[in-house]
């Protein structure tokens, strides 16, 4: 650091030092905030019985599927929308995933959170090649999971119908393949 800089750095009054360091401290809560979620579904730390959401999701394959029925699987909830770009990034990760673990006992359900009609939602899916379960969203099913308002937000549910991990924004593939495996490994 030169003279000149430090000369400046110690002339800033002690209010301009006191602003700048609540600055720091909010940009330090919002890393922890943004990154504690998928670092605990990782590693399984603090995972515990969460809420059990009663809800019955409406299809877009048609019909109605209750979370109650996928009892015993490990199920991934995932709100999205197609004009999200988080979202279209870490859809087709979902979807490999998907396609390796199904029959292990995970499943995936997306939820479109879009204001589109559903053929535009399923227009949308058979382009970019989904083929996992996605509904529609309704009040009642993002009531259940207490609201939903950043995209994507994903939560993985255990055997036992309980939310074990909630994740605001991307679920990386290594967090997500880290998360269902340890889920897969409890037994009831």
Same mark, same amino acid.
């Given at each position: 650091?030169?003279?000149?800089?430090?000369a400046a750095g110690s002339? @800033?009054? $002690?209010? *301009? @030092? +006191?602003?700048?360091?609540?600055l720091w401290f909010v940009v330090?809560?919002?890393f922890v905030v943004r990154v504690t979620? $998928? *670092? @605990? +579904?990782?590693i399984g730390?603090?995972?515990?019985?969460g809420d059990k959401p009663a809800v019955t999701f409406a299809m877009l394959s048609g019909g109605a599927l209750p979370l109650e029925q996928l009892r015993g699987q490990v199920v *991934?909830?995932?709100?999205?929308?197609?004009?999200? %770009?988080?979202? @279209?990034?870490?859809? %087709?990760?979902?979807q490999a995933f998907y396609d390796a673990t199904r029959t292990e006992?995970?499943?995936?359900?997306?939820?479109?959170?879009?204001? +589109?009609?559903?053929?535009e939602v399923a227009g949308f899916l058979r382009d970019h090649g989904i083929t996992? $379960?996605? +509904?529609m969203a309704s009040e009642p099913v993002v009531a259940a999971f207490g609201g939903v308002n950043d995209y994507p937000t994903s939560f993985l549910i255990d055997r036992l119908g309980r939310v074990r991990y909630t994740v605001r924004g991307i679920f990386s593939p290594q967090v997500l393949h880290a998360a269902v495996d340890s889920l897969l490994a409890e037994r009831s």
């Open positions: 650091m030169s003279a000149a800089s430090e002339a @800033r009054s $002690p209010a *301009l @030092r +006191a602003i700048e360091a609540g330090a809560a919002l979620p $998928p *670092l @605990r +579904a990782a730390w603090g995972a515990g019985a *991934l909830v995932n709100f999205w929308a197609t004009w999200c %770009p988080p979202c @279209r990034a870490e859809m %087709p990760n979902f006992g995970f499943t995936i359900v997306g939820v479109s959170m879009d204001a +589109a009609s559903p053929q996992y $379960p996605v +509904a």
